[in-house]
């Protein structure tokens, strides 16, 4: 499985962005699929997952003003990002399990593919 995301760039505070991963190979259905992103000196973070049935999870930091979806015909997974905020300037990565991830969604160990990332800069 590869990933592939786009859909990054420069914008203005409180401007709205969507990021996308296209995962090549198989149907994205059929397994686990988060963001991450990591900011220069930080640690990699998670951003939100989707499992298999849809369900989604957050981090507290993003809630209410991010969401992830999947297109599964189109094998694409995606980030629709509002109200940006400079706190959230970063590379965002998108990572895929193939299996039902049970619990810590957004924990980096639960995923083994990962894609090289978008920068993301807001200003």
């Known amino acids: 499985v590869q990933l592939v995301e786009s859909g990054g760039g420069s914008v203005e505070v409180g401007g709205p962005l969507t990021l996308s991963c296209v995962a090549s190979?198989?149907?994205?259905?059929?397994?686990?699929m988060a963001w991450f992103r990591q900011a220069p000196g930080r640690e990699r973070e998670g951003v939100g997952a989707?499992?298999?049935?849809?369900?989604?999870t957050y981090a507290g930091s993003v809630k209410g003003r991010f969401a992830i979806s999947h297109d599964n015909a189109k094998n694409t997974l995606y980030l629709q990002m509002n109200s940006l905020r400079p706190e959230d300037t970063a590379m965002y990565y998108c990572?895929?399990?193939?299996?039902?991830?049970?619990?810590?969604?957004?924990?980096?160990?639960?995923?083994?593919?990962w894609g090289r990332g978008t920068q993301v800069t807001v200003s």
């Open positions: 990572a895929l399990q193939p299996a039902y991830i049970l619990s810590d969604r957004l924990s980096i160990g639960k995923y083994n593919f």
């Open positions: 190979g198989d149907t994205i259905g059929r397994y686990s």
């Open positions: 989707i499992n298999l049935g849809g369900s989604t």
